[in-house]
């Protein structure tokens, strides 16, 4: 079967491309998925969890609020869109986006669920093996989002009783009366914090460290002119800055995308609170912010880590089980391997074009496309939900040849000058929160 573009995944960056291809051309492309129904992080996606941008920031509307896929017209043809504004809602509960990005992958023609991508080769046209057929295209566009990052002290103690936040509520873990040490001070160590803290008084932990490399457990900076970060405009802007000016900026605006929440850190404060005040048998809650783990060892049936703030070992804990909320990193996907050694790469990532296909030594109108993976290329918003259907948009416009549609918005309000004329950073070392 040959096709004009084949996508490999189907999460929510390559949903906003089939939606937009389907509703412009309706054919000629598949989106291949290994899962049968849509799941959003379901090793983390807790019942409080919430969205950290506007529900604006769907799969098409920033692009075409007229699109049958937006938001608000899943919600309308679910009979809950007077609901839904009468709730008043701070933010979108993850679980009700996730329910909206099911009822795309349903619906869309294109996306096609319960098939793995094998392998990908190309003798001048791509073939992608999947483990039912073999497909050919001219283009394919990858986008199965990250994996979990663990930090170099912790490989080789990964199981059931040390693991990464986005597996949590795949294991399962009995934490009853157990020691627990939650590494990281983002949003997902805070979401981890309140999981367990929230948990009924017969199934807390008999103990919870909460440990971050930042000097507080510091909120997301959404304030209107950071979120100036966020449009199309600064993206292009980003791309053309030198080496040097992007690092600097990713450095000094990190909490503009690697911040908690105001909502999710007042609710664990009051939890804190409650605890602290209305409850007689409590669990033992240290917080630990300004400190790295610089080892971890095996300690029978748990783990020593030994806590450090600056060059000082301030103390060890020994945990019956470890969270770690440590983010996410870039990996070459084993379906890519028959022709990794033809894509170029910039530090850790796929050195990318301007319309996001990969640099390699292949026919340029033979393209392979990369979406969530060049946060050093295009910024912030590039692992964001903020950009999506606009990046997803100028997929599109490649893979149909022609030129990049234009963008009716205002350019912005600030007029930035050049980043190495800045003023050094106070704290340039603030890393991610671990």
């Known amino acids: 079967m040959e096709l004009s573009c084949v996508g490999i995944g189907a999460g929510p960056s390559n949903l906003s491309l089939a939606c937009q291809l389907h509703e412009q051309v309706g054919k000629g492309a598949v989106f291949l998925d290994r899962q049968v129904d849509f799941r959003w992080h379901p090793g983390s996606a807790f019942d409080s969890s919430e969205l950290q941008v506007s529900h604006f920031k769907d799969l098409v509307t920033l692009v075409n609020p007229r699109s049958a896929y937006t938001f608000v017209n899943f919600l309308h043809e679910n009979g809950r869109l007077y609901h839904f ?51 050919g295209a001219r283009d394919v566009v990858v986008g199965i989002g990250k994996q979990a990052q663990i930090p170099p002290q912790f490989q080789g103690w990964t199981g059931r009783n040390l693991f990464h936040s986005s597996v949590l509520l795949r294991i399962h873990p009995e934490v009853r009366k157990k020691h627990v040490c939650v ?18 008084k017969e ?48 450095r000094r605006f990190v909490l503009a995308s690697d911040g908690i929440s105001e909502s999710t850190l007042r609710a664990i404060y009051q939890a804190l ?22 080892h971890c060892i095996n300690a029978g049936a748990g783990h020593r880590l030994t806590l450090q703030h600056g060059m000082v070992e301030v103390e060890e804990v020994t945990a019956d089980i470890v969270i770690l909320a440590t983010g996410y990193e870039n990996a070459i996907p084993d379906f890519l391997e028959p022709i990794a050694h033809r894509l170029e790469h910039i530090d850790n ?33 590039d692992p964001n939900l903020s950009l999506l259907a606009w990046r997803a948009r100028r997929i599109l416009d490649s893979l149909l040849g ?27 070392e603030m890393g991610s929160g671990i």
């Not at 619906?107 to 003798?123: A, Q």
């Not at 409650?274 to 610089?294: K, M, Q, W, Y």
């Open 402 to 428: 022609r030129a990049p549609c234009a963008n009716p918005e205002h350019p912005g309000f600030i007029s930035h000058t050049s980043i190495e004329s800045w003023p050094a950073p106070v704290a340039e």
């Open 203 to 250: 199934r807390r932990p008999a103990s919870i460290t909460w440990v971050s490399q930042r000097e507080n457990y510091l909120p997301l900076d959404n304030s209107p002119f950071t979120n100036e970060l966020f449009m199309p405009c600064f993206s292009d802007r980003f791309a053309a800055m030198s080496e040097s000016q992007r690092k600097l900026l990713l």
């Open 349 to 381: 990532e796929l050195a990318i074009r301007e319309g996001f296909s990969v640099s390699w030594d292949g026919p340029r109108d033979r393209r392979i496309f990369v979406q969530n993976a060049s946060l050093g290329q295009r910024g912030l918003a």
């Open 273 to 294: 609170y409650r605890h602290a005040f209305f409850e007689p048998n409590r669990s033992d809650i240290t917080l630990r912010p300004g400190c790295t783990v610089s």
């Open 85 to 135: 504004l009468n709730a008043q809602f701070e933010a979108v509960l993850r679980v009700e986006f996730e329910q909206y990005l099911n009822w795309v992958f349903r619906r869309n023609p294109l996306v096609r669920g319960g098939e793995t991508v094998r392998e990908i080769r190309f003798d001048g046209e791509f073939r992608v093996r999947t483990d039912k057929a073999v497909l």
């Open 183 to 200: 590494v990281g001070g983002g949003q997902s160590g805070a979401e981890v914090m309140l999981h367990l803290i929230g948990l009924p």
